[in-house]
């Protein structure tokens, strides 16, 4: 199997890169490396089955050779990241998500587009369902980013009717592991390297918006069945864990994990788009998929903090 991934120099793209690597597929990563990282991909850059290629996905670019599927990851996924590019944000989902099903389409490839719970916005459903069309400010700062996204789906779908590509669409939910950027300005990034740095630990609001977090080993076995899944053409599913925390929870079980004395400030939030409550319904993932997932919250928080460590003390030394 040869797979392309756009994207796949960031954080869940280089996981899945590397997963597909292990199980002995070929990989294209393409990215531009706005918010992805070489790094990322330096325990596999030297296999002889993966290929990197440097380009923007919203201007031309050729892939030679036969292509079996296209994972399309590209684009920035913190508010942080997609606050800072916001037109290129826009962009790689509408002009971006074109190119690649078009290459779909030329190489009569299947085709999985990354799409995010913010389609659902400060949703007003509780949990949020596959069906559920979501509660989105169209022009608020965020837009950019969630609009973009929703679009992408109904490009998408306008290609899976129209051209017949093989295409499914995955709703990711707050994902982290090892490999987050600390700069992204997510909450685990943010935690984490305030607690192992002893600053205070900022907590926007009073800390009872909920998020729920899941470990990227997870998340990655999900997208390899949705991808893999031949009853998942033309299907929508969320991937996410349905362990619902607090913000204020979150903070505090991650400074227990790191041993810090960090202080918890709360402050005034950013954006009055943020959505509240954040938890997916994962009724049709698993039974779909056979999905859920397996890693805890202490467990994957710890893992994580241990990438931290090591990162934080590579990026003090100037690496």
């Keep these: 199997m040869r797979y392309v991934v756009s994207g796949g120099a960031g954080f869940v793209g280089s996981h899945l890169c590397e997963r597909l690597l292990d199980e002995g597929a070929e990989v294209l990563c393409i990215d531009n490396l706005i918010t992805g990282f070489l790094e990322n991909m330096a325990s596999y850059r030297s296999n002889s089955r993966f290929k990197f290629l440097q380009a923007d996905v919203t201007q031309p670019f050729v892939v030679d050779g036969p292509v079996d599927a296209i994972f399309h990851l590209a684009s920035p996924a913190s508010p ?14 509408s002009i971006g998500t074109n190119r690649l099903l078009e290459l779909a389409v030329a190489k009569q490839s299947k085709f999985l587009l990354a799409s995010t719970s913010e389609a659902y916005g400060d949703p007003l459903v509780h949990p949020q369902t596959e069906d559920y069309w ?43 592991g090892p490999r987050s950027d600390p700069d ?16 205070a630990m900022t907590v926007y609001g009073d800390g009872s918006q909920t998020r729920s977090l899941c470990y990227v080993s997870d998340l990655v076995d999900g997208l390899l069945r949705m991808m893999n899944s031949p009853a998942t053409t033309g299907r929508v599913i969320n991937l996410g864990n349905p362990d619902e925390r607090s913000v204020l929870e979150l903070a505090q079980v991650i400074k227990r994990l790191a041993s810090s004395s960090s202080p918890i400030e709360f402050v005034e ?24 997932p397996k890693v805890d ?12 460590r090591t990162r934080l003390l590579q990026i003090a030394g100037g690496g």
Excluded: H
Excluded at 269 to 277: A, F, H, K, Y
């Design 80 to 93: 942080r990241g997609y606050l800072r590019k916001p037109l290129e944000t826009a962009l790689v989902n």
């Design 134 to 176: 979501g509660n989105v400010n169209p022009n608020g700062i965020r837009s950019c980013y969630d609009e973009g996204k929703r679009f992408a789906e109904a490009l998408t779908m306008v290609y899976l009717r129209e051209s017949k590509v093989d295409a499914r669409i995955v709703r990711i939910f707050n994902c982290y």
């Design 184 to 199: 992204d300005g997510r909450l685990v990034p943010n935690f984490m390297s305030q607690a192992l740095a002893g600053q």
């Design 269 to 292: 939030p950013i954006s009055t788009d943020d959505p509240q409550r954040r938890c997916p319904n994962i009724t049709r993932a698993r039974q779909e998929l056979g999905w859920e």
């Design 297 to 308: 919250l202490e467990e994957g928080l710890s893992l994580t903090l241990a990438w931290f």
